[in-house]
């Protein structure tokens, strides 16, 4: 896997993780709702942290400066 995110993207989708986490966790959303929010969160989150978003691949999208 090859990075395709720059810095500002990944800082910006580790916040969005966070800030949907704590959503979840205050029970600020509740049911399918709550749920879907968790699943994004943990992608942001998780491609935050590697620096690698599969869609972006897919759309031949890159942040990354070179």
Do not use: E, H
């Amino acid at each position: 896997m090859k990075k395709n995110m720059g810095q500002t993207d990944r800082i910006i989708r580790s916040v969005l993780a966070i800030l949907l986490a704590v959503l979840y966790l205050a029970g600020a959303v509740d049911g399918i709702l709550a749920l879907v929010l968790l699943i994004i969160a943990l992608i942001f989150g998780i491609t935050g942290i590697i620096g690698f978003c599969p869609l972006y691949t897919v759309f031949g999208w890159n942040t990354l400066k070179k």
